[in-house]
């Protein structure tokens, strides 16, 4: 692939809650002239008690709507951005912007539209503080009128209007329809603004700034201070934030993986640290057997036996088809002989119990069925496990040690993860054994 000199930075909310974190992104950005277009989110928490700018705008939006007496929000709104301004010692003026969001909001304007001023306004004051042209994505960003995205409209639109800039800062969040009604991602969704930014202008790296580390191995709540994450695959990615790691939107890895656009997770308070790069391919000399550990509680595993199943054709579909006219995804099938388990989220199962259990029984006429209602699930996961002998006998031995007993086991076929079932109280003590003796 060509280089093309373009990075695009992505700044989260507690990247930009105040006129010291503004100064830390100006000194970033400078830093690297190929940082040519950036993507604030709007101001988020300065300490543990403060309130994020987009969650004031909601409920700014709802007591405008109700009736009550909502000036006192927006006034608090108003002066954390004006507090920025004053201490950057910046001429420019919001004033007049908020008019127009209060008359906006007193004609109910929508709650998509009054979440997204919070990256509007930022993004308005970063400009003016980088020297940065300011593009409003109400002009390219895309959505239908239903609030569904675009992506192949808003790539044709954004890179048309990014074409005619060599600096630019975008809001995060937010896009319009062709009528003009603002729409918004879901929460966080600025990062998913960084990636189509970053797909349209084909970047050679977008890097998302935030106030981690980077991904850690495994659960900080859970393993005291893990080892960060140097490197690892858009796939390994994909597992562990499906078993609930979080740094990053879901949506934002489409655009960019697509490409072959590597992501670089960075930290704004500590800009000299290595992150953790995303990408698409690892170096044999950076590949490690174990990229990390991750887990969710609260599964179900129904277990259905019936005598000669191995023989009996189309057994899977129906048992599949039973879930699916209930709308219900399985997560995983381990299987035997005569037997087959589903294992499913135990809200969803108890949502619909006997809807299920009437589907298996009228499609399946099983011998027995079985359920199992305290599972949690963990899943190592690492490209490298393939390579490397004697993994799978470590992560057993770690957890016999432990005492955990294991319900269920199942390894993916191109061993990028190993997931295994253990009881709910059972969660913890698996996650920290198997960190002590894969991660070592
Ligand atoms: N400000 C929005 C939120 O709090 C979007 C974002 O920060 O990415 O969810």
Redesign the pocket.
Known sequence: MTESGIKVAKF??SSLADAGQFRKVKAIVEKDPQRRYIIP??P?RRNREDE????LLYQCYAETVSGGDYRSTLDKIRQRYQEIIDELGLALSLESQFEKIEQAFLEKAGEEYA?SR??YLNGILLADYLGYDFIDPACAVRFDRDGIFEDERTNFFLQECLGKTEHAVIP??YGADDAGNIHTFS?????VTGAIVARAVQADLYENWTDVPGFLLTDPGIVKDPKKIDVMTFGELRELSYRGATVL?EEAVYPVRREGISIHIRNTNHPEETGTLICSQIRPEDMVPVTGIAGKKNFTAISIAKNRMNAQIGFCKKLLEAFEENQISCEHLPSGIDTISVILSQQEFHSKEQQIMESLHRLLRPDKIEVDDDMALVTVVGKGMRSVCGIASRFFTALGDAGVNIKMIDMGSNEVNCTIGVSNRDFETAIRALYEALAQ
């Open positions: 989260g909310g989110s709007a988020g994020k700018v987009t969650d979440a919070g990256e995060g969040f929460r966080g969704g600025s990062d939107h």
